[in-house]
């Protein structure tokens, strides 16, 4: 097996040589998004132990489903952070039925290691994109993304949770995620053609009205 | 497909990609997604960008010993390949042949480590090592199992585990919940750590003989702990669990074993 260092391989490159069972390559990966999986499941159920059963259970999965990734279908870091997204949103929701909540983070914070100030640049840039484009939306689309991404709520649990009428969640999410895409992907979807972009563009005019009107 | 089903379906889908839809919703999205590319290709725009919120949560680091144990998690998981720190448990805990304590001493044990617990749990444990930082008990978590554990003791095993070495009075028991990968270890009379000793550090075995890491910790200045964790096989896999202590930062050179109790 040639032996170039696993650091500078892609992601592609990594997970085909995990597909084949070389289990450097699955750690070389975890060096590089475990903290991003281990946060993110960490912000949405708000305890280490559950983050820490999470994360476990995304690269184990990577292991197992590596050989089944299409790039063609999905980015990798798209892959990997809906499979940690939705393994936590699923253990938050079975503890929610079960009448537990989180909100221990207070607690929490002084035992854990902030990490941000040792990101790698890529994601640096990605964070720092995200970020920009988030403070661009409506307030009020922010708030109804984040309740759906980190929250586990859908459009209906989230107009109870604000008071609000369905149908104005509804709109939220729609034109947030639409103006997300947008300034995220600056040159439109690929070979998506102009129906889509023009469909973007009538509903951020709606929003614009809408803004006004406000 | 029709036009209109297919307008319909475009709206819906950024909720979709959120995962914000109801069940009914969903399945109407999904049923029109087998048969329209067009909306598979949108979708997939609208995915990549509902999972880059990701990338906007604040940043921790994971403990250190998951890293390994995942490393040696996917290594066990393929037959003909020992991966295990000098060849399982026994190089990190050596097996010291006990005789097993009736319930009721079991009984008392874990009423008098309860009744510890209860006091401790919610001791910050302080420890020499930045790096160590799996040192808060959760007394939330630690309270909600021992509330379920009481009542319904059916869900949960219990087992004893010993001193590997006479010199020293360290014993403890281990909560297994039968239904979740964690359980609960108390101990008590762990002796202190020497000079260049860093931390304490459970160990399992599971059926194929291999030593897996779980977590390292410290324990108050009477030598006792408590600790909950995740495990990272099901309960029934497990055969052995022991705690020793480890050198290195982060502290995975086992140098010495302190508990061992076989779990089958
Ligand atoms: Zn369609």
Redesign the pocket.
């Given at each position: 097996m040639p032996t170039r260092d696993v650091q500078t391989l892609s992601d592609q490159e990594l997970l085909q040589r995990v597909a084949q069972g070389d289990e450097d390559a699955l750690v070389a990966l975890y060096d590089r998004y475990g903290r991003l999986v281990y946060s993110l499941a960490y912000k949405i159920l708000q305890d280490h132990q559950l983050a820490e059963e999470v994360t476990q259970d995304v690269f184990t999965n990577v292991w197992r489903a590596a050989a089944s990734f299409d790039p063609k279908k999905s980015r990798f870091t798209t892959w990997l952070t809906s499979i940690a997204r939705n393994r936590a949103i699923d253990l938050l929701r079975r503890r929610r039925a079960r009448g537990l909540t989180g909100g221990r983070e207070t607690e929490l914070n002084t035992a854990i290691t902030r990490a941000d100030e040792r990101l790698s640049p890529e994601h640096h840039l990605q964070a720092l994109a995200v970020r920009e484009a988030l403070e661009q939306l409506p307030p009020a689309q922010r708030e109804v993304l984040e309740l759906a991404y980190f929250g586990g709520l859908t459009q209906r649990e989230i107009a109870e949770h604000l008071g609000i009428p369905l149908g104005t969640v509804k709109t939220r999410v729609r034109l947030g995620m639409l103006k997300l895409k947008e300034l995220l992907s600056p040159h439109g979807p690929p070979g998506n053609g102009r129906s889509g972009q023009k469909e973007t563009n009538a509903l951020e005019e709606q929003s614009k009205v809408r803004k006004k009107g406000v | 497909?029709s036009r209109e089903?297919?307008d319909i379906?475009?709206e819906l889908l950024p909720a979709y990609a959120l995962d914000a839809l109801d069940e009914e919703e969903k399945g109407r999205v999904e049923r029109?997604?087998r048969v329209?590319p067009?909306?598979q290709a949108e979708l997939r725009l609208l995915k990549e960008t509902a999972h880059l919120l990701a990338y906007t949560v604040p940043l921790y680091d994971p403990p250190f010993h998951l890293r390994e144990r995942i490393r040696l998690l996917v290594a066990t998981g393929r037959p003909s390949h020992d991966v295990s720190p000098r060849g399982g448990l026994k190089g990190v805990v050596r097996t010291a042949v006990w005789a097993r304590p009736t319930p009721l001493t079991a009984l008392v044990l874990i009423l008098s480590l309860i009744t510890l617990g209860l006091f401790s749990w919610n001791i910050h444990l302080k420890g020499e090592l930045a790096s160590l930082r799996d040192e808060t008990v959760d007394a939330h978590e630690l309270g909600e199992v021992m509330l379920e554990y009481v009542e319904s003791p059916d869900n949960y095993e219990l087992h004893p585990i010993q001193a590997t070495d006479a010199s020293f009075p360290a014993h403890g028991i281990i909560l297994s919940d039968r239904l979740r990968r964690r359980m609960i270890l108390l101990a008590k009379g762990l002796p202190r750590l020497e000079n260049d000793e860093a931390a304490y550090m459970v160990w399992i075995q599971d059926e194929r003989g291999h030593a897996i890491p779980i977590r390292a910790f410290h324990c108050d200045e009477q030598g006792r702990a408590v600790l909950l964790f995740t495990l990272p096989k099901e309960p029934q896999d497990i055969v052995e669990i022991g705690v020793s202590i480890a050198q290195g930062n982060p502290p995975m050179t086992p140098v010495r074993p302190v508990l061992d109790g076989k779990l089958r």
């Amino acid at each position: 097996m040639p032996t170039r260092d696993v650091q500078t391989l892609s992601d592609q490159e990594l997970l085909q040589r995990v597909a084949q069972g070389d289990e450097d390559a699955l750690v070389a990966l975890y060096d590089r998004y475990g903290r991003l999986v281990y946060s993110l499941a960490y912000k949405i159920l708000q305890d280490h132990q559950l983050a820490e059963e999470v994360t476990q259970d995304v690269f184990t999965n990577v292991w197992r489903a590596a050989a089944s990734f299409d790039p063609k279908k999905s980015r990798f870091t798209t892959w990997l952070t809906s499979i940690a997204r939705n393994r936590a949103i699923d253990l938050l929701r079975r503890r929610r039925a079960r009448g537990l909540t989180g909100g221990r983070e207070t607690e929490l914070n002084t035992a854990i290691t902030r990490a941000d100030e040792r990101l790698s640049p890529e994601h640096h840039l990605q964070a720092l994109a995200v970020r920009e484009a988030l403070e661009q939306l409506p307030p009020a689309q922010r708030e109804v993304l984040e309740l759906a991404y980190f929250g586990g709520l859908t459009q209906r649990e989230i107009a109870e949770h604000l008071g609000i009428p369905l149908g104005t969640v509804k709109t939220r999410v729609r034109l947030g995620m639409l103006k997300l895409k947008e300034l995220l992907s600056p040159h439109g979807p690929p070979g998506n053609g102009r129906s889509g972009q023009k469909e973007t563009n009538a509903l951020e005019e709606q929003s614009k009205v809408r803004k006004k009107g406000v | 497909m029709s036009r209109e089903e297919h307008d319909i379906v475009l709206e819906l889908l950024p909720a979709y990609a959120l995962d914000a839809l109801d069940e009914e919703e969903k399945g109407r999205v999904e049923r029109h997604l087998r048969v329209c590319p067009r909306c598979q290709a949108e979708l997939r725009l609208l995915k990549e960008t509902a999972h880059l919120l990701a990338y906007t949560v604040p940043l921790y680091d994971p403990p250190f010993h998951l890293r390994e144990r995942i490393r040696l998690l996917v290594a066990t998981g393929r037959p003909s390949h020992d991966v295990s720190p000098r060849g399982g448990l026994k190089g990190v805990v050596r097996t010291a042949v006990w005789a097993r304590p009736t319930p009721l001493t079991a009984l008392v044990l874990i009423l008098s480590l309860i009744t510890l617990g209860l006091f401790s749990w919610n001791i910050h444990l302080k420890g020499e090592l930045a790096s160590l930082r799996d040192e808060t008990v959760d007394a939330h978590e630690l309270g909600e199992v021992m509330l379920e554990y009481v009542e319904s003791p059916d869900n949960y095993e219990l087992h004893p585990i010993q001193a590997t070495d006479a010199s020293f009075p360290a014993h403890g028991i281990i909560l297994s919940d039968r239904l979740r990968r964690r359980m609960i270890l108390l101990a008590k009379g762990l002796p202190r750590l020497e000079n260049d000793e860093a931390a304490y550090m459970v160990w399992i075995q599971d059926e194929r003989g291999h030593a897996i890491p779980i977590r390292a910790f410290h324990c108050d200045e009477q030598g006792r702990a408590v600790l909950l964790f995740t495990l990272p096989k099901e309960p029934q896999d497990i055969v052995e669990i022991g705690v020793s202590i480890a050198q290195g930062n982060p502290p995975m050179t086992p140098v010495r074993p302190v508990l061992d109790g076989k779990l089958r």
